[in-house]
């Protein structure tokens, strides 16, 4: 059984920091595409950023500067860093694994900052 766990969410003010973490099991997690992805209320989920198995990483566009995607193999572990961080960044915050035509999603961890 494949299980997406992520943690680290909570309430932070205007241009605090949070680290999301997400743990994998039940995949080859060193094989997998990792990425983390977010929904507003009322909003479409959207891509935030993803590190391939190399290491080569991609953010959008809202979080370039702010935002730091890693990963442990050794720990089955993808993390988020999250500075600087602004009202519009509220959401559910999800990771997804990638491997060819397997994906799977975690349930995601809430992210709320206050004004």
């Known amino acids: 059984q494949v299980l997406l766990v992520e943690s680290g969410g909570g309430l932070v003010q205007t241009g605090g920091s949070l680290r999301l973490s997400c743990v994998a099991s039940?995949?080859?997690?060193?094989?997998?595409?990792m990425g983390w992805y977010r929904q507003a209320p009322g909003k479409q989920r959207e891509f935030v950023a993803t590190?391939?198995?190399?290491?080569?990483?991609n953010y959008a566009d809202s979080v370039k500067g702010r935002f730091t995607i890693s990963r442990d193999n050794a720990k089955n572990t993808v993390y988020l860093q999250m500075n600087s961080l602004r009202p519009e960044d509220t959401a559910v915050y999800s990771c997804?694994?990638?491997?060819?035509?397997?994906?799977?999603w975690g349930q995601g961890t809430q992210v709320t900052v206050s004004s």
């Open positions: 039940g995949i080859i997690f060193s094989d997998n595409t």
């Open positions: 997804k694994a990638v491997r060819g035509f397997r994906i799977y």
């Open positions: 590190i391939t198995t190399v290491g080569s990483t």
